[in-house]
């Protein structure tokens, strides 16, 4: 049985627009397209992220040239996909046979100190971002900043208002811990951990502890998760592994709030600058996840989670639930309808 698929995280913008700068053509339609077809994906949130060389006054400029790349690769293969901003154009792009391409900014460094640059955004067609990614922001700090019990600034709540606001899904991974229950204290609508995944499983920072799952969950919020195999395991990763991980999570959110947030990294990581990869970790040293590395990878996961879930489940794990969840959101929920649906959770 085939599926359609949603991603919530794939950084592959960046390694197409490192491949493009030195001179490859299409490097999009040479990989990147056949593995999003293969893996049955109809819609994907492609992150604008901040390589390390470019944070400074640099950051606004790499974020506007990757939206750009965005808009190239969409220009390009108009006939196999389309930026969407709406929940009607998700629905028409993928009616269509389509893959659709949702932005989001991932760490929050091109928006500086302007809370005007989260309204550019917005027109740019930007409808996911957080706050911070593993560094200190203007407005949070990142899950590496361990020792500073860093909440969010000012302009950091201002920013989370002024999202909800413009109709924008603010994005809790890579967030301190800190930061996340303040975020949570603040927030007048549901939120997104976009790439994150259990730590009662995994014993890792970047992962989600139970209570920050049961908050999230209140919030009327959705954790996608992650397959980079160092977030599963300690041991060997496998897409059983991964399994578990969406099994404990929808124990605590519930059957209908989970999907997947994959961070398919490596053929990123054997592309972009090396500065950017010596930030995060030795790749030569990380295990990579047994059968579950890349999107065409998506065909094993739906044979594998049918046969733990069943049909139904497995379809709204790999793809309904992610995609209802982000349209539900860019139908414009008021921050009145968002508080009450909070209120009722918590009764």
């Given at each position: 049985m085939s599926y359609r698929v949603a991603d919530c995280h794939n950084d592959l913008l960046?390694?197409?627009?490192?491949?493009?700068?030195?001179?490859?053509?299409?490097?999009?339609?040479?990989?990147?397209?056949?593995?999003?077809?293969?893996g049955g994906v109809s819609l994907q949130v492609l992150p604008v992220a901040t390589e390390e060389q470019?944070?400074?006054?640099?950051?606004?400029?790499?974020?506007?040239?990757?939206?750009?790349?965005a808009r190239h690769i969409a220009d390009v293969h108009r006939d196999a996909v389309a930026l969407v901003s709406t929940r009607a154009e998700i629905a028409e792009t993928i009616a269509s046979g389509k893959i659709a391409l949702l932005l989001a900014i991932e760490g929050a460094e091109p928006l500086g100190h302007s809370l005007e640059l989260v309204n550019v955004m917005r027109r740019e067609g930007v409808r996911m971002c957080s706050l911070a990614w593993n560094r200190r922001t203007m407005m949070a700090d990142g899950i590496a900043e361990r020792d500073t019990g860093g909440r969010l600034t000012q302009l950091g709540i201002d920013a989370v208002r002024r999202m909800e606001d413009l109709g924008i899904i603010v994005d809790v991974s890579h967030l301190s811990e800190a930061g996340f229950f303040h975020?949570?204290?603040?927030?007048?609508?549901?939120?997104?951990?976009?790439?994150?995944s259990c730590r009662a499983l995994a014993d890792h920072p970047r992962n989600l502890t139970d209570e920050q799952i049961a908050v999230l969950g209140a919030a009327g919020g959705f954790l996608a998760v992650n397959a980079f195999g160092p977030f599963l395991t300690?041991?060997?990763?496998?897409?059983?592994?991964?399994?578990?991980?969406?099994?404990?999570?929808?124990?605590?959110?519930?059957?209908d709030r989970v999907g997947l947030g994959t961070d398919f990294i490596d053929d990123v990581a054997d592309v972009v600058d090396p500065v950017f990869t010596g930030?995060?970790?030795?790749?030569?040293?990380?295990?990579?996840?047994?059968?579950?590395?890349?999107?065409?990878?998506?065909?094993?996961?739906?044979?594998?989670?049918?046969?733990?879930?069943?049909?139904?489940?497995?379809?709204?794990?790999?793809?309904?639930?992610?995609?209802?969840?982000?349209?539900?959101?860019l139908d414009g929920q008021t921050a009145e309808e968002a508080t009450s649906h909070r209120q009722g959770a918590s009764t």
């Open positions: 960046m390694a197409v627009r490192h491949l493009r700068e030195r001179g490859r053509e299409d490097p999009f339609g040479d990989f990147w397209l056949p593995q999003l077809r293969q470019f944070v400074g006054e640099g950051a606004l400029r790499r974020c506007l040239l990757m939206i750009e790349e975020l949570a204290e603040v927030a007048r609508k549901p939120f997104i951990a976009s790439h994150s300690d041991e060997v990763p496998t897409l059983d592994r991964f399994l578990d991980h969406m099994e404990h999570a929808m124990g605590l959110l519930g059957p930030l995060l970790v030795d790749w030569t040293q990380i295990p990579k996840t047994a059968g579950l590395q890349r999107p065409a990878d998506f065909a094993a996961l739906a044979e594998a989670a049918e046969k733990r879930f069943g049909r139904n489940l497995a379809r709204q794990i790999l793809g309904d639930n992610l995609t209802e969840f982000i349209c539900s959101m």
